[in-house]
């Protein structure tokens, strides 16, 4: 089993949509949550950071996450077409010799169609 | 633009062969990672260097070795290649050792024929 799980999609959806990606980890010592962004052939870019539980906002995004439930999420409101592009979920264990890796997902594929 | 440069951006190569990647830290970043990414693996984790010095290694092959040097640019050397090594390799930066926000560079996409 991988340690982070993310569903590689594709996900389609219109213009105007709320998308919703998702990913479960299994190493309970993961403490820091990322998004990352990265459009064809490019390098990913960061989009949000977190820390433990709770919700974080940033304009039309939101990350959520629930280390109860090993489960976090990334919600884009009011989807545009320039949010296509592959969404990627990483994180990082505050211990231990893994201090400084990010594990990341395979990647979420999301397509918004005008 | 993350502010992290990788040279060059695409390099072919024949098996065998040895290539060495380039990357250069965002302005104040200490920390420089090296990141491996392919189809079938994802994006994973090879080496961090923080101020000149080994942090952290991940699921690094024994033909590749890293360095940072005192300017902090680092360089990713890819020796005896072979046709599974293909694949974007990606150079992050941050500011501390661990816990930081990382920002990626461009790539490099290595093609071994």
């Known amino acids: 089993q991988k340690e982070v799980e993310q569903d590689p999609g594709p996900l389609s959806v219109p213009e105007g949509a709320i998308v919703s990606l998702n990913c479960t980890y299994s190493n309970s010592a993961f403490q820091y949550f990322m998004w990352y962004r990265q459009y064809s052939r490019k390098g990913p870019e960061l989009l949000m950071y977190?820390?433990?539980?709770g919700n974080k906002e940033d304009g039309r995004f939101t990350a959520q996450v629930d280390k109860s439930s090993k489960y976090i999420s990334l919600f884009i409101r009011d989807s545009q077409p320039s949010d296509s592009a592959t969404y990627l979920c990483?994180?990082?264990?505050?211990?231990?010799?893994?201090?400084?890796?990010?594990?990341f997902g395979r990647g979420t594929q999301l397509t918004v169609w005008p | 633009d993350s502010g992290v440069t990788q040279t060059p951006k695409h390099l072919i190569t024949a098996t065998g062969q040895r290539v060495t990647l380039r990357c250069s830290p965002r302005s104040g970043d200490l920390s420089v990672y090296w990141y491996q990414q392919s189809l079938d693996q994802g994006l994973q984790f090879l080496i961090q260097?923080?101020?000149?010095?080994?942090?952290a290694k991940g699921n690094i092959l024994e033909r590749f070795s890293a360095q940072q040097f005192p300017d902090l640019h680092s360089e990713l050397n890819l020796s005896s290649l072979e046709l599974g090594d293909s694949a974007l390799y990606f150079c992050?930066?941050?500011?501390?050792?661990?816990?930081?926000?990382?920002?990626f560079g461009p790539g490099t996409r290595l093609t071994v024929l």
């Open positions: 260097y923080y101020n000149g010095e080994e942090r």
């Open positions: 992050a930066s941050s500011v501390g050792d661990r816990l930081n926000e990382q920002f």
């Open positions: 977190t820390y433990s539980s």
């Open positions: 990483a994180m990082e264990s505050d211990r231990g010799s893994t201090l400084g890796r990010l594990y």
